[in-house]
């Protein structure tokens, strides 16, 4: 008898752990990609809301501002708990400098069609700027801009086609370095999003800007430090 509730309880021990990084493997994109599904409402009608076709025929919602002659465009990717109305401040604010502004809406939010993972909203960013060339027939220098888990799009871009620059508002070195460091128990093969922007800035050419605040309750300025480091002489670091 004390045999076998011996055998019950490691068993137990053994599956707990093993129940809940299954669950954590399940319940990753919602973390990842926590996604809001209702948009605000912008409160200036200086921005165009164009629809966009993607690669596979997936439309997303996009914004878009013209920039004046001579002025760059700059493609804005957002962090993973925004969406493309929440930082309209941020656009006008761009807008007042003259330049251009094209964002674009992840897979899943905001209503937007579609389901985010690393590979389809890269590649999403990829079109972006092929379309602001083709479709919005963009001339001039273009920009790119991202925030949080937008400045792997940032980079994914800035690696693939050619960009005067890149500016980062709080990047991480890599998810996979980030879930290390915050939960070193969690296997690192089950991140089905690794998100390696330490290995896309090494490639870069273009001049990076990378901004981090000091009081990110998340990322520590250690980690986004490092994803400097990686960029190399490239990179210009920006503690605010």
Do not use: C
Request: proline share 6%; hydrophobic share 45%; glycine share 8%.
């Amino acid at each position: 008898m004390f045999a076998s509730i011996l055998k019950i309880g490691a068993l137990a021990v053994l599956l707990v752990p093993l129940l809940f990084l299954a669950v954590l493997y399940f319940l990753q994109d919602r973390l990842i990609f926590p996604a809001p599904q209702m948009p605000t409402d912008l409160k200036s009608s200086a921005l165009e809301s164009p629809s966009l076709t993607m690669v596979d025929g997936v439309t997303l919602p996009a914004l878009y501002a013209k920039a004046r002659n001579g002025q760059p465009t700059v493609l804005y990717f957002h962090g993973n708990g925004g969406s493309i109305q929440r930082d309209e401040p941020l656009y006008l604010a761009m807008m007042e400098r003259g330049w251009g502004v094209l964002t674009l809406e992840y897979r899943g939010y905001a209503g937007a069609r579609g389901k985010p993972s690393q590979k389809s909203l890269q590649a999403d960013a990829e079109t972006l700027f092929d379309l602001a060339r083709s479709q919005f027939e963009i001339e001039g220098h273009i920009l790119v801009y991202g925030h949080s888990l937008g400045a792997a799009m940032a980079l994914h871009v800035a690696s693939k086609r050619d960009v005067v620059g890149v500016v980062l508002d709080a990047p991480f070195d890599s998810l996979l370095a980030v879930t290390k460091v915050r939960f070193p128990w969690v296997p690192g093969f089950l991140l089905k999003h690794p998100f390696y922007n330490d290995r896309m800035i090494a490639s870069l050419e273009a001049p990076v800007l990378n901004n981090h605040g000091t009081q990110d309750p998340v990322l520590t300025l250690v980690q986004v430090q490092q994803l400097s480091n990686a960029g190399g002489k490239n990179v210009v670091f920006h503690a605010l």
